[in-house]
């Protein structure tokens, strides 16, 4: 569980993180809402998940809210028995 | 009634959810033409109030130029009002043709195709010349219409962090197997002020095969030394696919955009662009000001001229003043206080003051990054510069910001 789930956050901190933010983020972090990842850039960790875990991931499931931590996308990906 | 209470009470709270959030936008009302001195009735009923405008895209001052005017003039008077049609069954005049013939000339392309807007030009290109086998791989701080642009495309989508090409080079990398790349990028960011680094772009563009776009609505006729936009201050001219730009801004501010680039995505847009095919025609009175809006600044360059002494004058007197500003290039400038409240009470300060410029933050700009645009004109004169600094320092003082960091600036009002 937290191989998946810090393999997530690593992706998120080199994604979306410049090299001067100080925040640290971690499994509960509010990743749209906190405006770490905006809707239009959240296409890339989609991209992500569904290449790492051999999925497709449909528009119904991929919403701001099931982005918007890491705890929340595990919880996604759960249903697609990726755990 | 089909508009029943309960509907009008679901859109109600909508309304009420947005004015909660303090992104409710209010029009203000000016009762003059464009320029750097406007008349503003704000709030709406309130007495008019004569300001200096620093939030116009009039960066050229040629939106009431009176040659402008006249030539428009010109064109009502000889080709009429509307066309009461779309370009492809009765909306073409010679007009349309030469405008699409000198903005072919001006931006160094192969060829152009007019749209209403440049948001109907982002809105179509990408579905006319994409589809699922082709990836679009955007910068994170792309205009609004890309976005939408992106949206309505089929082909897959995937983004990079602003202006960086190490991370856009890994996306190319990732993305390599699709049949055609398109890097996607706005010339000059309109909230930042700052410039693509189009010619390291075009360099990975060439390294894997890769298409690049690029919207130049806040470049085209006064970045670069001849006003040829972000590709010749980058020195790419020619090497750009596709290039979308506006007539709504420096180009005369009236209305209209277009797609310019290789022939063959200009023709596929004419075949099958859909904001192009199913809006009407742009109407000749703006057609006949954008042509001479065009021969003033092919002739001359005596306007990007004035602009960039403008821009250089502005930039130089904040920093001296002790404001933080971003930095760049361009006719943008950010004055940064980064606390939301304290740029809606700086601006506020500043329109009382008889300075008309905008205070922008979270979700417009990332949060703790509030800011106030200002943006130069030709058509401001020094006089102009400096009753707007005196307001800027006058602000300053009272909020005790100038020559305060960052992180001063976020201990005293929060991020």
Redesign the interface.
Same mark, same amino acid.
């Given at each position: 569980m937290s191989d998946i789930k810090n393999a997530i956050l690593e992706y998120i901190k080199n !994604?979306?993180l !410049?090299d001067e933010d100080e925040d640290e983020i971690d499994f509960d972090t509010p990743l749209i809402s +906190? +405006?770490i990842v905006?809707s239009? =850039?959240m @296409? =890339?960790l989609k @991209?992500f998940l569904e290449t790492s875990y051999k999925i497709q991931l449909p528009d119904s499931k991929a919403t701001p809210d099931a982005f918007d931590s890491v705890n929340n996308i595990y919880k996604l990906l759960k249903e697609f028995n990726i755990q | 009634m089909a508009f029943q209470d309960n509907i009008r009470n679901i859109l109600k709270n909508e309304l009420d959810d947005i004015r909660d959030s303090g992104i409710f936008k209010e029009e203000r009302i000016i009762c003059t033409p464009q320029s750097s001195e406007v008349e503003v009735e704000f709030p709406a009923g309130s007495g008019k109030k004569n300001v200096i405008n620093m939030c116009a895209n009039n960066y050229l001052g040629l939106s009431s130029h009176p040659d402008v005017i006249e030539s428009a003039h010109k064109g009502l008077d000889h080709r009429g009002y509307g066309l009461s049609s779309v370009r492809f069954i009765c909306g073409t005049q010679d007009i349309h043709k030469e405008l699409e013939k000198k903005l072919t000339k001006f931006l160094g392309t192969e060829d152009t195709i007019l749209f209403p807007s440049c948001m109907d030009a982002n809105a179509g290109v990408f579905e006319a010349i994409l589809s699922e086998e082709d990836i679009m791989i955007a910068d994170r701080l792309v205009h609004a219409s890309i976005v939408d642009g992106m949206r309505l495309c089929k082909a897959q989508r995937d983004t990079y962090k602003h202006s960086n090409m190490t991370h856009l080079e890994e996306k190319l990398k990732l993305h390599q197997g699709y049949r055609l790349k398109v890097i996607i990028t706005d010339g000059s960011f309109s909230m930042d002020g700052d410039l693509a680094k189009l010619d390291k772009i075009v360099e990975l563009a060439e390294k894997y095969g890769a298409m690049v776009f690029l919207d130049d609505s806040h470049a085209s006729g006064f970045i670069g030394k001849t006003g040829r936009g972000t590709q010749e201050f980058c020195d790419v001219v020619g090497k750009i696919d596709i290039i979308t730009t506006t007539l709504g801004k420096a180009l005369g501010g009236a209305s209209g955009g277009c797609v310019s680039g290789r022939k063959e995505i200009v023709e596929l847009c004419r075949q099958k662009a859909r904001p192009y095919l199913f809006s009407n025609t742009i109407p000749p009175v703006v057609v006949s000001g954008a042509i001479k809006v065009l021969d003033i600044i092919s002739k001359t360059t005596e306007r990007r001229d004035k602009l960039e002494e403008n821009t250089n004058f502005w930039r130089k007197s904040l920093i001296e003043a002790g404001f933080i500003i971003k930095d760049g290039e361009t006719p943008i400038v950010p004055v940064m206080l980064f606390n939301a409240k304290l740029s809606q009470d700086i601006a506020k300060d500043l329109y009382n003051n008889g300075i008309y410029a905008v205070g922008f933050f979270f979700p417009v700009v990332p949060k703790g990054q509030a800011r106030i645009r200002t943006q130069l004109s030709a058509a401001h004169d020094i006089h102009h510069l400096e009753k707007a600094l005196e307001a800027f320092v006058k602000a300053g003082k009272k909020y005790d910001i100038l020559g305060k960091s960052k992180k001063e600036i976020i201990e005293m009002y929060g991020d």
């Open positions: !994604e979306y !410049e +906190g +405006g905006d239009f =850039s @296409v =890339s @991209v | -």
